[in-house]
């Protein structure tokens, strides 16, 4: 599988944060995370994870995709935007979320599938206590096209964290 015309969300903004992630652990810039920010139907901002080619460990697909949306508005307030995202945001980015306002974010993978590919979300939010309290902010969609996704990834022979 190497087009990701193999990988078929039935969201149309899923399906270009698969884009993002694929084309992101192609050039070997990090994991499989890509996310889309949508304001009013249009795309104001898209990124994909860069923590191993920006050597930052804060550069995840979704921190990416909100610097972007904020450049391109102007704004650091992204009120009124959804975030998509190909899997369930950690901790840094679902708090990134709420200081950029966006009002909604539907992700692929859930925690335990990033950890299933070597990511440690689940330990970070045992430390702060869960997410029991984002019930109706986060919501699952796509979840089987995100998992090829991430099956793709783990076939790769790429640098892994």
């Not at 698969?18 to 652990?25: C, F, K, R, V």
């Not at 139907?41 to 921190?63: C, F, P, R, Y």
Request: glycine share 10%; aromatic share 10%; charged share 25%.
């Amino acid at each position: 599988m190497t087009k990701t015309e193999e990988i078929k969300a039935d969201n149309p903004y899923m399906q270009i944060a698969i884009q993002e992630a694929l084309n992101g652990i192609l050039k070997g810039h990090g994991g499989p995370f890509g996310s889309v920010i949508v304001k009013d139907g249009k795309i104001i901002g898209k990124g994909h994870n860069m923590v191993l080619k920006n050597n930052d460990s804060t550069a995840h697909g979704e921190i990416m995709a909100i610097r972007k949306a904020e450049k391109n508005i102007r704004s650091h307030d992204l009120k009124g935007a959804v975030l998509y995202t190909t899997g369930e945001p950690c901790p840094m980015c679902l708090a990134a979320c709420l200081w950029a306002n966006i009002e909604k974010i539907y992700y692929g993978c859930t925690v335990a599938d990033n950890a299933d590919i070597g990511f440690r979300d689940e330990l970070f939010y045992g430390k702060f206590g869960g997410k029991q309290n984002f019930s109706g902010y986060l919501e699952e969609t796509d979840r089987e096209a995100c998992l090829k996704l991430f099956q793709k990834y783990k076939s790769l022979n790429v640098q892994k964290y």
